[in-house]
């Protein structure tokens, strides 16, 4: 007898996986920063995440925001999405209130990153990377009249994934805030923003991938300048468009990848008030060929060789372009099983410098201690295009004779991994940094850019991340201490705290999710005056900002998913700057659904 089987084709639906990465393919190491629920609702809580990273905000969503590293200058900490270098060569800086946190899914964080970035990562690089994996439909409401909408859509077959991303938030962002025991309106301070990304992977082969992605943003925004110098009625709009595409080939032991990116902006600011109207665009292509060979069993070099070109049109500024160039090599050498040594060294040139850097790591296993490193290497900084040719005015006055930034660290460093997921890592940590930019007055009463600062920072960090109690609650967090010196003063770096601290939790039952962040700032101090107009050293209180969120999914329905979350529950003041006051207490819902 003969029995006929027929197999009917019927698609079961399963959860997104999400796999953290272990690694990046470079000549630098990455540290993962989770990403959760809640980091994708809040305003820039991720970025407290990273240990000893310090977030630079100018009050409320339609602020200026962006992230230094150790206490360093923002200039000096990276932020690259998917390959892309965000920074703007007008200022040297990235606005992180211009990148949505749709756009990224997963994080990683070097401080040792230079041989791989160059210009602009003395204190580190912070990569944004995204992976749309699942269509999806978002929307959300808050205080301060915030409503967000986001969509995805997701399209994978057997060669090729496309993933599309679209949406925009408003937010109103005036309220009341108290300076030297006064009562003030924060007014002109709504944002505005539209976005779309899509990336997009081909594999026409089993040794070929073919990768690109876009990323655009429009920001709208109201101006609304510091508690001294109100601005009420400007205005500035930037369009910002990010670009980039990429081709791999694998080889028998190794890999070709060559990437080309661009990043551009056009800025428009207007202040009826005072008349005065600018408008400044500023691009950056890059084209870099990475190989990748393992020569020995033992020893792996990797090769890139980089174009760079920066160029601005603006009524401030004018125009000006300046072309770079680099190569990078570096070496892994495996002396012994758990014993690794990796020096690098990159060579940048241009029409008017020469840099190089240069970095040397080692790493080996130790019993009972775990992952035990060191390293000792330098790092540089370009001037921006303000500060080589900002216009000759009654008080200000650019500097096309101004020299790289330099640094120079070592650090050494411990990491214990525990057979249940836990792990604690200790890290001490030195830089030296020399030829600082600084804007400073002349006997003629001009302002100018000069070489003149000097800073020795120390600092050290305890991270730890593990399971606790039970398998649906875990915690994570960080401790950091800094010892920070400005040299030509001798006095503490302004506005940097002596010890930050951040403490996660986390807890999961069934498809829904509680997030409890908590993030403490030290003491602070910066240089003011008296009510004679004597200078003085003003302290800012330390704070904590704990911040909640839940996801929960609906019962029968996992698809479907509301979303809570209340940031600065303790209502405490975390202004980074005291002129540039925030919001204090948010609280936003949402739902979701998964397509």
């Known amino acids: ?46 970025y407290h995440r ?49 990148i949505p946190p749709v756009f990224f899914q997963q994080m990683y964080q070097s401080r040792y990153a230079g041989t791989a970035f160059g210009s602009g990562a003395m204190d580190g690089v912070i990569q944004l990377r995204p992976w749309f994996n699942r269509s999806f439909l978002n929307a959300a409401t808050g ?71 876009v990323f655009l943003s429009k920001s709208d925004r109201g101006v609304a300048g510091s508690i001294s110098f109100p601005s009420p009625h400007a205005k500035r709009i930037n369009t910002l468009s990010l670009v980039s595409a990429s081709l791999v ?52 070099a990797f090769t890139a060789l980089e174009l760079r070109s920066e160029m601005i049109k603006s009524n401030d500024v004018g125009n000006h372009n300046r072309t770079l160039s680099a190569i990078t090599v570096s070496l892994i050498y495996t002396v012994l099983p758990g014993v690794v040594i990796r020096p690098n060294l990159r060579v940048d040139g241009g029409s008017s ?23 000792v290497g330098n790092g540089f900084r370009l001037p921006t295009f303000n500060d080589l040719f900002w216009p000759t005015g009654s008080y200000t006055d650019g500097n096309p004779n101004l020299k790289s930034e330099k640094s120079a660290y070592f650090s050494f460093g411990m990491e214990r991994n525990f057979s249940n997921g836990s792990q604690v890592s200790l890290e001490w940590r030195e830089r030296h940094t020399n030829n600082l930019i600084t804007w400073t007055a002349g006997d003629d009463f001009v302002w100018r850019p000069l070489n003149v600062d000097e800073t020795l920072r120390k600092s050290y960090s305890i991270s730890f991340r593990a399971p606790f109690m039970t398998q649906n609650l875990s915690v994570s967090g960080y401790m950091t201490g800094n010892e920070m010196n400005d040299l030509a003063s001798d006095k503490a770096l302004p506005y940097v705290p002596k010890h930050t601290g951040q403490l996660q939790l986390q807890y999961s039952w069934a498809s829904s999710t509680l997030d409890i962040q908590s993030y403490y700032s030290g003491e602070r101090y910066y240089s003011g005056y008296d009510d004679d107009y004597n200078p003085i050293d003003i302290t ?38 005291p002129e540039y006051p925030e919001p204090g207490l948010r609280v936003n819902g949402g739902i979701s659904i998964l397509l």
Do not use: C
């Not at 899509?198 to 026409?204: E, G, I, V």
């Not at 990116?261 to 870099?288: C, F, G, I, T, W």
């Not at 850097?357 to 009972?368: A, E, F, I, N, W």
């Open 143 to 213: 205080s301060f009249d915030f409503k967000s909408v986001a969509t995805g859509y997701n399209l994978a077959h057997t060669k090729t994934a496309l993933q599309f991303i679209g949406g925009g938030y408003s937010s109103a962002e005036d309220y009341q805030f108290i300076y030297d025991d006064t009562t003030y309106n924060r007014d002109n301070n709504n944002m505005d923003q539209t976005f779309f990304g899509s990336r997009m992977q081909y594999r026409p082969s089993l040794k070929t991938i073919v990768k690109s992605s």
């Open 353 to 375: 410098f020469r840099e190089t850097t240069s970095d040397l790591y080692v790493q080996t296993k130790v019993p009972v201690l775990g992952l035990i490193r060191g390293r």
């Open 249 to 300: 080939r694998l080889l028998p032991s190794g890999h070709v990848r060559i990437h080309i990116s661009r990043r551009a902006n056009d800025e428009q600011y207007s202040d009826p008030d005072l008349s005065n109207d600018s408008r400044h665009e500023v691009s950056a292509q890059a084209l870099k060929l990475n190989f990748n060979q393992r020569l020995l069993k033992q020893l792996e």
């Open 540 to 577: 800012l209180a330390a704070f904590t900002n704990v911040s909640l969120g839940m996801h929960v999914a609906m019962p029968g329905w996992n698809a479907l998913r509301l979303h809570f979350t209340v940031e600065n529950m303790l209502g405490a003041d975390t202004s980074f700057f």
């Open 50 to 98: 990273i240990p000893g990273a310090l977030l630079k905000t100018y009050g409320g969503r339609g602020g200026v925001s962006n992230v230094g590293l150790d206490g360093g200058q923002a200039e000096h900490t990276k932020i690259v999405l998917d390959g892309i270098d965000l920074t703007s060569p007008q200022n040297g800086q990235t606005d992180l209130s211009e």
């Open 1 to 46: 007898a003969q029995v006929h089987i027929t197999l009917q084709r019927h698609v079961i639906l399963m959860d997104a996986v999400e796999v953290p990465g272990q690694g990046l393919p470079s000549t630098t190491s990455w540290e993962t920063v989770i990403v959760t629920e809640t980091d994708r609702m809040s305003t820039m809580g991720v």
